[in-house]
């Protein structure tokens, strides 16, 4: 019975992070097409964080391969990310903390979406 609860956590905890390293890509995607596409003037500070972030992010996707645990220090690493992203979309883009879950989907990649803010 114990082995059924935990791997039921662990699916769910894996999903959790697949979700996260989603979102987290499609602020960074956005802030891309911002600075490269739109032309914003985004501090250079920024861009660095932010490719901080896509590098981490990608790395551990890119780790995983189908069926693979999310280890605790990857898992801590991708919140960690997560709220980056949170503090950046509210702090220096002026983005609503209650709609960053709307503007960023974690089930889906915003790539080529023309909804882009």
């Not at 769910?12 to 032309?39: D, G, P």
């Not at 949170?86 to 879950?101: H, I, P, T």
Request: overall charge negative; hydrophobic content about 35%; proline content about 2%.
């Amino acid at each position: 019975m114990f082995k059924w609860l935990k791997d039921k956590v662990n699916k769910k905890m894996n999903n959790e992070m697949h979700n996260c390293i989603t979102q987290n890509l499609n602020f960074v995607y956005m802030v891309e097409a911002r600075k490269y596409a739109l032309k914003d003037n985004i501090n250079e500070e920024v861009m660095s964080h932010i490719y901080m972030i896509k590098d981490q992010s990608e790395n551990i996707q890119n780790s995983k391969t189908e069926g693979d645990d999310f280890t605790n220090d990857e898992s801590d690493i991708l919140l960690k990310l997560n709220m980056d992203c949170r503090k950046l979309w509210a702090n220096y883009f002026g983005g609503s903390d209650m709609k960053f879950d709307k503007e960023f989907p974690k089930d889906k990649s915003i790539i080529g979406d023309s909804d882009i803010p």
